[in-house]
């Protein structure tokens, strides 16, 4: 009876000790899930910090970002949890996500969920002169880079949607703010210029177009001539345009240094020289009558509207003053011009400037 009793006691024993190294493991491993979930695994060097994910990314490439640029302590823990609340596919959205010192991975994927991420930005662009530099300006400010969006403006089938080609594309996009969704893609970053080009061609703009005998595209491309001839005092800009449609009306060429300096691609060029006006290009304006086949540059809306708006007199040469002010003096005849552009040429030799 004794032995009996000794048996049920021992067996007592270790049924208790296996229920309690049950517990010690079960409550081991809950207290190691409830880590992996709740513990603080966002470690920043501020209170806050911006991360920015691309369009199409994959928990894999949030993860090795989040990682990479040391936002978060333990990265096998952030997947593992994001893989069981199924964070991937649709539910990763691009953009901009705050993120808090001190977040918990249940936090954290709760927050990239929400997809509450988008980011409106201010785009701004001017003082460009090429579809490449156009890009790389956008680039900078959105998330689609240079090359994607230069590839896209040079396509073809993307002119004629617009009904422009390769060297009038750029006049669609006018120069000014907008604001954008950060993750904008190039065909809705173009149909949106496309949108607020028409926006911009008033029936007024259009009836002062036609008044000139321009279309809308050439109105853009006069307007770069003369922005590129006047930047620095917008106030001239209507007395140049009308400078230059008195040459176009009769049958005059342009003969415009920023046209020359365009076609060969120097924009350090101080001084347009002889052999400068010799090279041959759709752009040279002392070589071909006419305008060339699009914009030297990106015009500001000043400058259009000074087109539209030229001031009606009967100069038909102009030149830099000798003083370097930045404005010109215009002349209604070839004799009084070279007078002028001989004290200008003197300016430019006094102070040593031979290109």
Known sequence: MARK??????????????????????????????????????????????????TGSTLEEVAGLLA??????????????????????????PGKYELEDG??????????????????????????????????SLADQLEPDSATLSGYFKDPEVWRKYGLDRNSFMTMF?????????????????????????RFWTDSRKAKARNIGLSQSEVVTLASIVQ???????????KIAGLYLNRLKRGMKLQSDPTVIHAIGDFSINRVLSKHLKVKSPYNT??????????????????????????????????????FSGLHNFSTNLREHNRHAQRYREALNQRNIYR
């Open 228 to 238: 590129a001839e006047q930047r620095l005092h917008v106030g001239e800009q209507p």
């Open 68 to 93: 990479s640029q040391g936002y978060i302590q333990n990265r096998h823990t952030f997947e593992w949890l994001a893989e069981r609340k199924n964070y991937q596919g649709s539910l990763i959205v």
């Open 103 to 136: 977040m918990s991975n249940q936090e954290l994927i709760n927050h990239l969920r929400a997809g509450n991420g988008r980011l409106d930005v201010e785009v701004t662009f001017n003082n460009l002169r090429t579809l490449e530099e156009l890009a790389g």
């Open 174 to 198: 006018i120069p000014n703010t907008y604001q954008f969704d950060w993750a904008t893609n190039a065909e809705d970053l173009t149909e949106r210029m496309a949108s607020e080009y028409r």
């Open 5 to 54: 009793k000794g048996r049920t006691s021992t067996w007592k024993k270790v049924v208790i000790s296996t229920i309690v190294i049950a517990l010690i493991i079960g409550g081991v491993k809950l207290f190691s899930l409830y880590k992996k979930v709740y513990f603080p695994n966002v470690q920043l060097e501020t209170q806050s910090a911006a991360l920015y994910i691309s």
């Open 286 to 323: 002392y070589l071909n009558a006419g305008l060339p086949p699009g914009p030297i540059l990106l015009p500001e809306i000043s400058a259009v509207d000074a087109v539209l708006n030229a001031h009606d007199h009967n100069y038909i040469f102009m030149c830099a003053k000798e003083d």
